[in-house]
């Protein structure tokens, strides 16, 4: 779905609106102060706005409530949607109010009248974020979404403008969901890759590095990873250059390990299904860099993702096996199923040495442990840079996406050593997030500011989120747009 698409903007015109089909749906203020929309509404609805804003009730509505009307007296639309909303709402009520509404749409046709609503651009945002469901193995779509939703504002063209860049970072976000729900039979190391080319038609420069190519850069512990499967491993890289050809590029390293079965650490049956998500690092990287493309950041970007399945087989690695990363450094893998880190230390390595990047960014579905640390409000992140780490949490705030900083302290190397190897891969069961990210940062040089984030407990959820259906979230998109925004852009 493309919802640049679905979405027209148009100048506030009452004219017909007896006559609107489907659904409408209007902004009214707390304040209880009707503007000229809302009275020719009133008028039509035979004053039924007028009683839901002199009810006793009103006063206690919250930001973003919806009281709904179905088949209003005096319309020919199946509901009249009416969303309540203090006049300075702040960005994350907007953004949810305009979730709530997309979640009633059952109409092929919606109408949202906003009259000359400030931070229109906000709800509108939260409406298209959760204009989303992935219908692509369903034979008969039980799609509610509508085919047009007609958005009208006093200001539309300045709506319309601000809107364009907004809806590129939705498409993004809308990709990367696309990349974490499909199935693993579909959603090869091979069909991903493919994929990622298609980017280059919006300008991004896109190169795929093959197992032999792999092999010769030394990446013993990617390849260990994805030796049981039949999928061959791949990296592919994207490149944004928008900004200027000496500025040094933003990297952005993604997991994307399009199934983990654990291989010979096997994980348990129940759980195993939903491991079509850990790929979802690679999915966010992907995802971020058609946001930047599409609307033509004024950025330097490189977006690597390491693609690898990890199968038990009679090739696969087995624990107790050694292997050899790019940096050189030996490693013990005690857990077959702690594979994450293995792809990410070789794609890391690799995206220094080539790009010299001014700083880094890593994300994975990496642990377990981060969820029952954090849950499903918050990413993980750990960073070995004050500066850098702050201005990612501003841009997580700035977009209603959490994130939690985690510690990171060299009294938890001693977890990771290895009586036969350099390091092992694993540190026992206390502090597995923070052991993860203290692997990492071994991967790290040391001029170049770090930061991990482990998006487990964010990336996909059986339950519906504020802007997604059950399934994919799309987290991090924004967050990592804003970044390269507020970092690059602005100066």
Not at 251 to 267: R, Y
């Amino acid at each position: 779905m493309n919802i640049s698409d679905v979405l027209d903007f148009q100048k506030t015109d009452m004219t017909n609106l007896s006559e609107q089909q489907g659904r409408i749906s209007l902004v009214i203020f707390k304040d209880a102060k009707l503007d000229q929309s809302a009275r020719m509404l009133n008028r039509l609805t035979r004053g039924s706005l007028e009683r839901i804003v002199s009810d006793e009730s009103f006063k206690k509505r919250k930001n973003g409530d919806i009281v709904t009307l179905a088949y209003p007296a005096g319309l020919q639309v199946e509901a009249l949607d009416v969303v309540i909303l203090d006049r300075k709402a702040p960005v994350e009520e907007l953004r949810k109010a305009g979730a709530g509404l997309a979640k009633r749409f059952v109409s092929k046709e919606v109408l949202i009248i906003m009259g000359s609503m400030r931070d229109a651009a906000e709800l509108v945002q939260g409406v298209a974020l959760r204009s989303y469901s992935f219908q692509a193995y369903k034979t008969a779509s039980d799609s509610t979404e509508p085919e047009r939703i007609t958005v009208m504002h006093n200001a539309f063209e300045k709506l319309k403008d601000e809107m364009q860049d907004r809806l590129a970072v939705v498409e993004g976000v809308f990709f990367t969901r696309d990349l974490v729900n499909e199935p693993a039979n579909a959603l090869t190391t091979t069909s991903f890759a493919e994929r990622l080319i298609e980017l280059t038609q919006l300008g991004l420069r896109v190169e795929v590095l093959e197992e032999d190519q792999l092999a010769k850069l030394g990446m013993g512990a990617l390849l260990c990873v994805g030796q049981g499967s039949e999928s061959p491993s791949k990296v592919v890289v994207m490149n944004w250059n928008g900004g200027a050809k000496h500025e040094a590029p933003l990297a952005l390293v993604g997991k994307g390990v399009v199934f983990d079965t654990g291989g010979i650490s096997l994980k348990p049956a129940a759980s195993m299904p939903e491991m079509i998500m850990d790929m979802g690092g690679a999915g966010v990287v992907s995802g971020t860099m058609k946001a930047l493309a599409k609307r033509r950041a004024k950025a330097n970007v490189v977006g690597v993702v390491g693609l690898v399945e990890n199968m038990p087989s009679g090739s696969a690695v087995r624990p107790g096996d050694i292997v050899t990363s790019m940096k050189g450094n030996t490693i013990e893998v005690l857990n077959t199923d702690a594979e994450g880190r293995l792809v990410l230390c070789d794609v890391m390595w690799y995206t220094q040495e080539t790009f010299n990047p001014c700083a880094m960014i890593d994300l994975a579905t990496l642990t377990g442990a981060i969820i029952v640390a954090l849950g499903s409000e918050n990413a993980g992140i750990f960073s070995n840079d004050d500066t850098f780490c702050n201005a990612l949490s501003a841009a997580a705030n700035a977009e209603t996406e959490g994130v939690w900083r985690m510690p990171l302290e060299p009294g938890y190397d001693k977890l990771l050593k290895s009586t036969a190897a350099d390091m092992a891969n694993i540190g026992g069961r206390a502090a597995g997030s923070i052991i993860a990210a203290q692997f990492l940062k071994r991967f790290v040089k040391d001029e170049i500011p770090w930061i991990h984030m482990d998006i487990a407990g964010v990336t996909y959820a059986k339950k519906e989120g504020i802007y997604s259906p059950p399934g994919a979230s799309g987290w991090g998109v924004m967050t990592l747009n804003r970044l390269v925004l507020e970092m690059m852009e602005k100066g």
